[in-house]
């Protein structure tokens, strides 16, 4: 399964087994009880610490988004920003999408030759997605 987050697609395998085999503190059967508040609560917090962790962390991006989408179920895309003037976790603004698979292999081709941007994430994917899967 392909997933993008933020800027950086990744490709997540089964979301399930990707979060859970994840090197992570958390023991797996906490990962299980998780739902989605939880787990977005989990994205806020990291985001708000690592504003840059689809690019610095990868390894760390990759279990938020296996998280995500095992947890919801549907999401293959996630929109994480820390603003600047944020204060808590609460302030990192979250948006989720459906995403088709063609546009996913679409910016993951373009991510491939060193020219997927912010802005081509924007223009493919955030200025598109539907407000109701904003968390």
Wanted: charged share 25%.
């Amino acid at each position: 399964m392909l997933f993008l987050f933020n800027d950086v697609v990744f490709d997540v395998g089964d979301p399930r087994e990707a979060a859970l085999s994840a090197h992570t503190p958390l023991d797996p059967a906490v990962l299980k009880s998780f739902n989605v508040a939880k787990t977005i609560k989990l994205v806020r917090e990291t985001i708000f610490e690592f504003p840059e962790i689809a690019r610095e962390r990868p390894d760390k991006a990759l279990f938020l988004s296996a998280m995500v989408a095992w947890k919801t179920g549907e999401a293959n895309a996630m929109l994480a920003v820390r603003p600047t003037a944020a204060r808590t976790p609460r302030d990192v603004q979250i948006r989720l999408a459906d995403v088709s698979i063609v546009t996913l292999a679409q910016l993951r081709e373009l991510q491939g030759g060193g020219r997927l941007t912010a802005r081509a994430a924007n223009d493919a994917v955030w200025d598109h997605a539907p407000q109701r899967l904003q968390a």
